[in-house]
């Protein structure tokens, strides 16, 4: 039994996720993508977060969010430093976590009504 009923009011909701498959609302991903509260992008070209670069956050950045959570597998790794500076002289906020961390972080915050947008890279993405 919940303890407390999770009745979000946006339409994609993260239910799982680790270094090779996320659940969101009831559809399996298997490849990189990425999630607004009231967007998903699926086939996300991102192969591995050491190689992001500026050009594979323009989608992101087109969501308009305040903050950027990128799941970068199972493991924390980080993003080149051109590619966090992209984010910073937008004025959005960057943070690195394992996917899993990356999820539960994700939901607190679109829960909490933040405009939050999360890419995430999953192990045999494109």
């Known amino acids: 039994m919940q303890l407390v009923l999770e009745q979000p009011d946006h339409a994609y909701v993260l239910r799982a996720a680790d270094g090779s498959c996320a659940l969101v609302n009831d559809r399996r ?5 990425i999630l607004a509260p009231d967007a998903l992008i699926e086939d996300w070209p991102a192969a591995a977060v050491g190689l992001l670069t500026p050009d594979l956050l323009q989608p ?3 969501l308009r969010p305040e ?3 990128l799941g970068s597998g199972d493991r924390q790794a ?3 430093a051109v590619t966090q500076a992209a984010c910073l002289q937008a004025g959005i906020g960057f943070e690195v976590m394992n996917n899993a961390a990356a999820a539960r972080t994700f939901n607190v ?7 939050v947008v999360a890419g995430f890279v999953l192990s ?3």
């Open 124 to 126: 045999n993405g494109a």
């Open 109 to 115: 915050l679109a829960g909490e009504g933040r405009r």
């Open 60 to 62: 992101l950045l087109a």
């Open 29 to 33: 991903l298997t490849s990189s993508f």
């Open 67 to 69: 903050l950027i959570v």
């Open 78 to 80: 980080f993003a080149p």
